[in-house]
């Protein structure tokens, strides 16, 4: 997956060995028949793909968010957030984020991993036996193949098998949302600015997209990816609607800020839910991404947190390496543990409490957002921390996400 690959790269860079096992077949999951997702990659994480070369492979590729909106429906008042403008201990002058097709970022995350010679990669391939011992992890594949190592690293999403079998509990529960995911195309640019319209529903996003190159001559010559959270009860409605009837839900709730609206692909759906493991660590054992955390996506926080853990992970992994330590030992792991543990239980807190909050639909709540809103706006301070979260820049970053090669 995204997180797990990106991890034995930034293992790589601190001259860190890895095995990454994958049961998929890696080509086919860098087609946009497996996923036809685009994903946010916060100015901290590109920092991250640019010192590891990963941007490089997305040259061309990526599309930059320079400005954020966020309104209270459609409220003319809005909190409005741009990268160029900010201070330069905010990241003033580069793009809040970048605009990443999934089937790109895999295909650029692959191409690094079967190239370095830091990294083995058997896809596809099935774990058959993992044995977790005080002296190290001994993992076997179905085909035989047999290998050792001093830490085993769960990268293996939120129904985590690694995690479950290593009695790790997590806290969890359903939103009672639904995400629908998909690609437009609209009659205007919209400028790299991405919009966050909430709803008492769930927030609708609308994400910047570069042009798509397989657009034809009458297709609308802009191009956004959204996220529109809905009620879980009227997602298979939603979904079912003739194209026409859709893109008419998509302009009335965006309020025709694009113009004209054509779907560029089908939507698809998935379940918003929490999860946060009570534990990020067990004997040999360390979990990453979605296998440690799961959030609501109103911030577009999610992969970043797992690319957070990736850094992390690998500077504590490499300055042990450096010292000559034991990489399973409980001591090195506990580090990690501490430094990724809070920062994540704070970030899926707010996302929680942001979701909720607004989602309550009396018409005095709607006045409060909408004033605090305006507050944030006008109180420079203030604003300079939520930019800088939104970023993912915030707290004791690892030398990766400052743009830094070991």
């Given at each position: 997956?995204?997180?797990g ?24 999951t ?7 997702r ?53 990241g003033?002058g ?47 594949l179905?085909d ?77 010559p ?33 309020g025709g ?39 609501h ?12 853990d ?31 543990g ?45 930019m ?17 090669c070991?």
């Amino acid at each position: 997956g995204l997180v797990g690959m990106t991890t034995a790269l930034a293992l790589a860079a601190f001259g860190v060995r890895t095995s990454v096992i994958d049961a998929a077949d890696l080509d086919a999951t860098a087609e946009a028949a497996f996923d036809g997702r685009a994903t946010a990659i916060a100015s901290a994480s590109w920092r991250m793909f640019q010192a590891l070369g990963l941007a490089d492979r997305l040259d061309g590729l990526a599309c930059p968010i320079n400005e954020i909106r966020v309104t209270e429906g459609l409220a003319p008042r809005h909190l409005h957030f741009d990268g160029r403008e900010a201070p330069a201990e905010s990241g003033g002058g580069e793009p809040l984020g970048h605009m990443v097709e999934n089937r790109h970022l895999r295909r650029a995350l692959i191409d690094a991993g079967r190239a370095s010679e830091h990294i083995d990669v058997h896809a596809p391939a099935r774990v058959e036996d993992v044995r977790r011992e005080e002296t190290g992890v001994t993992v076997t594949l179905e085909d035989g193949v047999q290998m050792r190592a001093p830490l085993l690293i769960a990268a293996d999403g939120r129904r985590s098998r690694l995690r479950e079998d290593a009695g790790i509990r997590t806290a969890r529960w359903q939103y009672r949302q639904t995400a629908i995911v998909g690609m437009i195309r609209h009659e205007r640019d919209h400028g790299h600015i991405a919009f966050e319209l909430f709803y008492p529903a769930g927030p609708f996003a609308i994400l910047p997209m570069l042009p798509d190159d397989a657009a034809t001559d009458d297709a609308l010559p802009h191009r956004s990816a959204i996220v529109w959270t809905v009620d879980a009860k009227h997602a298979p409605a939603f979904l079912d609607l003739p194209d026409r009837a859709f893109t008419h839900e998509i302009e009335k709730r965006i309020g025709g800020a694009l113009g004209g609206v054509q779907l560029a692909a089908t939507p698809s759906s998935y379940p918003l839910g929490f999860h946060h493991a009570a534990r990020y660590t067990d004997e040999r054992l360390a979990l990453i991404g979605d296998a440690a955390h799961g959030i609501h996506p109103i911030a577009g926080q999610g992969l970043n947190m797992g690319l957070r853990d990736a850094a992390a992970l690998a500077e504590v992994l490499g300055d042990g390496k450096s010292l000559g330590l034991d990489l399973g030992a409980p001591d090195v792991l506990e580090r990690y543990s501490r430094w990724r543990g809070v920062d994540n239980l704070a970030v899926a807190a707010s996302t929680d409490i942001l979701n909720r909050l607004f989602g309550l639909p009396t018409k005095t709540m709607s006045t409060i957002r909408s004033v605090g809103l305006g507050a944030v706006q006008r109180i420079a301070p203030l604003k300079t921390f939520f930019m800088t979260e939104a970023r993912g820049a915030s707290g004791d970053l690892p030398q990766l996400l400052r743009g830094e090669c070991p």
